[in-house]
């Protein structure tokens, strides 16, 4: 076999796995062991493909949290620069 046969196939097999971590599945730990263990046999494969295209629990998808400070302006409200990045000054302030 060639080596860009054998680089397919391995791609083939771990489907299951990449398509759970693409869509951030909440169990994709648990589907890359089960492709792992039974990914060579074609129950096992297509057990692991269908509970990887299962739905995700959005409760248990992990939220990215804003840590930008906030700034006070001239108004007393405070605002939020994205990346803690504070906004350009205007000519008149330069």
């Known amino acids: 076999m060639s080596e860009a046969y054998v680089v397919f196939l391995l791609l083939l097999y771990f489907v299951p796995f990449f398509v759970a971590v693409y869509r951030q599945h909440h169990q994709r730990l648990a589907i890359s062991v089960l492709t792992l263990l039974t990914g ?20 248990l998808l992990p939220v990215a949290q804003p840590t930008a400070p906030r700034y006070p302006s001239r108004s007393g409200t405070p605002h939020s620069f994205p990346l803690g990045v ?7 302030e330069r």
């Open 40 to 59: 060579w046999t074609a129950l096992g494969w297509l057990i692991a493909l269908v509970w990887a295209c299962t739905a995700v629990r959005p409760g």
């Open 86 to 92: 504070p906004a350009a000054r205007s000519l008149e």
